[in-house]
């Protein structure tokens, strides 16, 4: 809740005029407490993962023949009802996991600093924060995932992630919830370690939602925005470590290439992309498993 009953105080303090945007943010959180303000990112959750997949979906169930060749395996077909029942999962293990995992999290959150007030942070602040928020988890989130591959944490927790051989956008945190938990780990560090304004959590949140409803859609398009971002993943690179399934000893990493090249997982992929070159000088990225 901010210090502040009015624009005019909260301008007296600042010593200046408030920005549209402070304006904005005034006027939205100066009676919510910061709880109300924290446990926002459930909210957003349902809301994205309500919104985001649709077109993934619309594209699956329509199977526009435009389309379909970038579709990452072809040979897998989603009925309406198996999105359906996926996304009803998904809803169930935001309010019974990560709603109250919010709340737990709370006192965390505040002290770590997490602030709600104004100023707000300018547009740089909350760039820099969000890369290296990303790289933070990037990075914690691949040796979590790794480990999630060793046989007793496959068979208790990870196996329900990779039910979904062909993950759809849906699939993203469709998962354990004690995994829910566990990844939960990554996605805190980063705001932990370098505390920003909560418009700069929650942006991070819905960022890596989206990214990760793309990583898991099934579809492999060339004029996503996101083949611009330097050593990024995408869905074709995770499909492949949902395609392989438990015996996966590639891609383990969630948003990035750099840590499976470091660490040297990501050869079985290479070595699948070097095969289907041979085999088809027209072979695209969304034609990987075609050719088994
Ligand atoms: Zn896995
Ligand atoms: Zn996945």
Redesign the pocket.
Same mark, same amino acid.
């Given at each position: 809740m901010l210090p502040y009953h009015t624009i005019e105080e909260a301008q007296i303090e600042l010593g200046r005029g408030l920005t549209l945007a402070e304006t904005l943010w005034f006027k939205y959180s100066a009676n919510k407490s910061d709880l109300v303000l924290h446990c926002h990112n459930t909210l957003f959750l349902c809301l994205f993962y309500s919104i985001a997949p649709i077109p993934f979906a619309l594209v699956e169930l329509c199977r526009y023949h435009k389309l379909n060749k970038y579709k990452i395996q072809p040979a897998v077909k989603r009925s309406f009802w198996e999105m359906f029942k996926c996304y009803k999962n998904v809803m169930e293990i935001f309010v019974i996991t990560v709603g109250p995992l919010q709340i737990i999290s709370y006192p965390t959150i505040k002290w770590i600093g997490i602030r709600t007030g104004l100023s707000l942070p300018s547009g740089w602040e909350m760039f820099w924060q969000l890369v290296v928020y990303f790289a933070i988890e990037d990075f914690s989130n691949y040796w979590i #995932?790794r480990l999630?591959?060793c046989e007793w944490a496959f068979e208790k927790i &990870?196996k329900v &992630? &990779?039910e979904y051989s062909a993950p759809i956008g849906l699939s993203a945190p469709y998962a354990h919830w004690a995994e829910i938990i566990i990844l939960g780990i990554p996605s805190f560090l980063g705001p932990a370690l370098v505390p920003g304004h909560i418009t700069t959590y929650w942006l991070w949140f819905i960022l890596r939602q989206l990214e990760a409803i793309e990583t898991h859609s099934g579809y492999d398009f060339p004029w996503s925005p996101t083949k611009y971002i330097p050593f990024y993943g995408g869905p074709a690179y995770h499909d492949y #470590? &949902?395609y392989v399934g438990e015996k996966?000893q590639s891609n383990?990493a969630s948003v990035f290439t750099y840590c499976d090249y470091i660490y040297g997982t990501h050869k079985g992929y290479q070595y699948r992309k070097q095969m289907n070159k041979k085999k088809s000088t027209s072979t695209s990225i969304a034609q990987t498993y075609k050719t088994e």
């Open positions: #995932h999630l591959h &990870h &992630h &990779h #470590h &949902h996966s383990f």
